[in-house]
């Protein structure tokens, strides 16, 4: 089912247009899924499907697919960088005369046999392999000396907090393991371009990115590990594809991207309406409240954030139970 969008916040029509174009090369064969999405959570990945197929994927509001759009035009710009007069730009990056005419972008099997010195650049190759029963598809950012990168626009926030280390090692493993021809390199690297950066927390801060566009280099699982997540990943997509969803396991807290849950202290237990103190462990709260001889401590959950960004949230109610706790706030 396509998806359809709605511009309820009156975004321009000439914007609007760019948001809502989405030139992905996705697969409809329904035995084939995407990298990025065997990685998602279980519950996520079937719940959508699901969604899909009964046609209850609700409108997206256009203005929200900003750092998507922005994200895909980055990648299409550094490919057709590459894609343009490379030998021309690594020239003026001080790269010597005999490196540059040893560079090959996307060279072909026999370009390589034909001559073994050259440096070959792979950019945007799409390969897919079939795992008990259900194929397998994937298009990496970048692949150079053997190392697979991969590109991400986003907030400083996932790099400083670490949020999606484990996610961008899963993804950098699986294209090894689609490619293991041009993929050498036991390691992998993220191009970070921060969308928010600010040259004074730079200055002022060390833990901060001190660059606009930076490198973190990551470990890759091993052939072997990645297949043996990938034949459990299959398992369960296939063993559980028709489970009613209290059969499938829920998205974790890590999964969700659960902030950290605070705990508030109230000197008049009869009145909740603020807290008269915040705290961010049990034992700070409680042994505060034992001091004063008075008052209760409520726990507050962390936010589930990850249910806003999901595509199976219309048929989840999963995130039913986190709206009525208030740990999901949706506007």
């Given amino acids: 089912m396509e998806q359809m969008y709605k511009n309820e916040k009156n975004t321009s029509l000439s914007v609007a247009m760019w948001l809502a174009t989405d030139n992905y090369d996705h697969n409809p064969n329904e035995n084939v899924i995407s990298v990025t999405t065997i990685i998602k959570p279980i519950k996520q990945i079937l719940l959508a499907t699901r969604a899909a197929i009964t046609g209850v994927i609700a409108p997206e509001e256009v203005s929200n697919l900003v750092a998507s759009r922005m994200g895909t035009a980055f990648h299409d710009s550094i490919e057709a960088a590459w894609l343009g007069d490379y030998a021309k730009t690594l020239a003026k990056l001080g790269y010597p ?103 004074k927390k730079a200055m002022s801060d060390k833990s901060y990115p001190q660059s606009r566009v930076l490198e973190m280099k990551l470990p890759l699982m091993s052939v072997v590990e990645t297949e043996r997540y990938l034949r459990n990943k299959v398992k369960q997509i296939m063993t559980l594809g028709d489970a009613p969803e209290e059969d499938i396991p829920s998205c974790t807290d890590e999964e969700l991207w659960r902030s950290a849950p605070q705990f508030k202290y109230y000197a008049n237990p009869q009145k909740l309406g603020r807290a008269t103190k915040n705290f961010d462990t049990s034992y700070e709260a409680n042994a505060h409240m034992v001091g004063k001889a ?19 949230f ?8 986190y709206i009525l706790d208030g740990s999901l706030i949706v506007s």
């Fill in 294 to 312: 008075k008052g209760v401590v409520i726990e507050k959950k962390g936010e589930a954030r990850a249910c806003k960004y999901c595509s199976a």
């Fill in 97 to 199: 005369k005999g490196v540059v005419k040893l560079v090959r972008v996307n060279p072909s099997k026999q370009d390589l046999l034909d001559n073994p010195d050259i440096i070959p650049v792979y950019l945007e190759r799409r390969s897919q392999k079939t795992l008990d029963g259900l194929t397998i598809s994937g298009k990496f950012d970048f692949v150079g000396e053997g190392r697979v990168e991969d590109f991400k626009s986003t907030s400083t926030y996932s790099y400083t907090h670490a949020t999606n280390t484990e996610k961008y090692i899963l993804q950098g493993s699986i294209y090894r393991w689609l490619n293991q021809d041009i993929i050498t390199d036991d390691s992998m690297a993220i191009q970070f371009i921060f969308t928010d950066w600010s040259v």
């Fill in 314 to 321: 219309n048929v989840c109610t999963q995130k039913d139970a």
